[in-house]
């Protein structure tokens, strides 16, 4: 006979759930917790979801739970993601503490790690230290080495896995990439003949835009030999292998100097607080006198906050993963070769963009999940979900910066005002 949903797994869950919450748990053994009609709903699958949730309190735990579908959820990820948080930060810290005692003693096991999970910090050490070559190529090969297919199917025509710019309310997500690109390369001062090194590069998006609209000569630099593949691809495609080059390598290999502008677009999350002088400091040694440099990445909303992500980022998504806050940023580029220009926030635009990238891969779920794997693909969900929240609340932000590297003239080769014009 089945336990009654009294006494069952939801009961300790069942006290903090109002009735007009939107959202419900619902667990293996019958029992409900909140209202059994509500449009979102928790499922509670077997009680390996619950070993996981009270080995690892957290984040953790609920990503090796969903990742595994030991856990799922019914009413779209990133809705019942919102609901919960809502119901959760209600709770004081003795509440929280009185569901675990109330469910450990019963629930409380051991289980594998999902093999889609990354070692702990601990256990990268023995391939490297943090940010080293050798260990950043893994980390990189890790997120984006799954299947470039799988990106195409969430990201869109552009392949773009950085935040879009909306130019107008009812612009889609390429209208927004492209838009992206298009700002960056003013921001830049871009001009026919001029020398652009993008590093990062991903898929070669900024490098295609600016050599087939603006008439440069460009270099990308990606660790990810996927990512290298297709751009290169791409770029005979549209005609630009003659005036682009995409290279598999470290952008710190990149030797020649003398670009006009520099272009890192979602690079420094992956660089470290710690060597931000260092980088900036490099890139500044590759441009010309008067060169420009433009930097977006996602920001800490103030320089108070730990620069290292949380647990589940490490360890599912980009692993020895750092954010640093916009100031942090702006000083490294201040004291390392670059006078600061210009700095914009466009947090509202990457939530944005995350909701188009979640409908993709909604929309072509069966296939990005043959492609990448089911577990792959839920890791994906519940990431671009839980960043999409994220940006909406303002736990972290998007920044670009614009520097120049200001000769001893003092010379800028600067508009007196903003003239990128979008």
Known sequence: MSPSPVSGVCTPLARFLDPEDPVAITAYDGSVAGNPSAPLRIEIRSPAALGYLLSAPGELGLARAYVTGHLDVVGGVYDVIRALTAVVERLSTAER?????????????????????APSRLRRAL????????RDSMAISRHYDVSN???????????????????????????AQYHKFDL????????????LLDVGCG?????????????????????SRAQAEWAEEELRRRGLSDRAEIRHDDYRNVSETGFDAVSSIGLTEHVGARNLPGYFRFLAARLRDGGRLLNHSITRPTTRERNRTGPFIDRYVFPDGELEAVGT?????????????????LREHYARTLAAWCANLDAHWTEA???????????????????????ER?????????????????????PMRPDWGV
């Open 184 to 195: 960056v390369c003013r921001k830049l001062g871009l001009r026919p003949g001029m020398r």
């Open 203 to 223: 898929w070669g998006g900024m490098v295609a835009h600016a050599v087939e609209h603006y008439g440069v000569r460009a270099v990308g630099v990606t660790l």
């Open 127 to 134: 391939h490297g230290i943090r940010h080293s070559k050798g």
């Open 369 to 391: 999940a043959g492609e990448a794997g089911v577990r792959r693909a839920r890791v994906w969900a519940l990431y671009m979900a839980a960043s999409r929240l994220s940006f």
């Open 97 to 117: 503490l009185a569901i675990l005692r109330e469910l450990g003693p019963r629930h409380l096991r051991w289980l594998p790690v999902p093999p889609e999970e």
């Open 149 to 175: 297919r799988f990106y195409e199917l969430v990201l869109g025509p552009s392949m773009a896995y950085t935040c879009a710019c909306y130019p107008t309310a009812d612009a889609d997500l390429e209208q």
């Open 329 to 345: 940023i702006v000083s490294a580029m201040q004291d390392n070769g670059f006078e600061v220009r210009h700095s914009e926030n």
């Open 394 to 414: 303002r736990r972290i932000e998007l920044h670009q910066v614009l520097g120049v590297k200001t000769p001893a003239s003092g010379e800028a080769s600067m």
